[in-house]
């Protein structure tokens, strides 16, 4: 059986199937992105002064990722249209280049993730707070509290307040350094992950369900690129049509990272 306008338009809509089907998705994208921002803008505007984090995530590492996704928009524009005028060979070099691009954005991302979670916050009994990155520690943490000890590299600070705008003067001329902490000392140890704080919860849930959809969009085009190349063989244009959708996919998550980029690493 034969599925009606998988190559000509709809001449209710001006669309074929898939994009108009394409469209109607990223609608409900936006929608769901779009909760997720304005809960991070409420979240930020009622935040107490002095308790939103400044300078927590590397601004180099985004601006990395922010120029990777740049480019593989690129490369996907350049897959479409080499289709468009039946070069496949230059199709399947865009696409893997468009694949290694989002699994190098990932790799970042996945580094950046290890990053927050190797770094704690660890109230001491005398009032102060170690914070850094840890070096060692007890494989059971309950028996640390008898008889082992925590190694951070980082430093001390009185308050917490300290350790919210790390683009400070004091936060840049503060010297890190191996402490090692004797299990006793410590009243409460935790790391930067999504309960830490409220930063840390919006930015996890923010940047994670944006790797979902990198990832998703990845499998997609290795399916086209792999496997199901073999469509280009019988019907040319309806697998030119498929390569059209699956990059209106991948601009739109490009698109929401240009969004994510400046309000969670430049302010």
Known sequence: MDI???IKNRPDTGLYNAKLGVWLFLASEVMLFGGLFSAYIL?????PTGTWPHGWLD???????????????????????????REFGKFKFFHACTILLALTFLGIKSYEYHD??????????????????????SADFNLAK??????LHGHEVETH??????RSEEAKKAVHAELIIPASEIKHMENYGPRHNTFTAIYFTLTGLHALHIL?????IFYFW????????????????????????WHFVDLVWIFLFPVLYLT
């Open 116 to 137: 927050k979670l190797v770094h704690y916050e660890i109230q001491l009994n005398n009032g102060k707070i170690a914070d850094g990155h840890l070096v060692e520690k």
């Open 226 to 249: 792999g496997p199901g190349r073999k469509m280009w063989q019988t019907e040319p244009e309806r697998f030119t049509n498929r390569i059209e959708v699956s990059g209106l996919f």
């Open 43 to 47: 979240l930020r505007v009622g935040a």
């Open 146 to 151: 008898k008889t082992g000890s925590v190694t």
């Open 4 to 6: 009606p306008y998988t």
């Open 216 to 220: 998703g969009g990845t499998l997609v």
């Open 59 to 85: 601004v180099r590492l985004g601006t990395v990722n922010t120029l990777l996704l740049a480019l593989s928009a690129i490369t996907t524009l350049l897959a479409w249209a080499s289709c468009k005028v």
């Open 161 to 166: 307040a300290e350790l919210m705008d790390l």
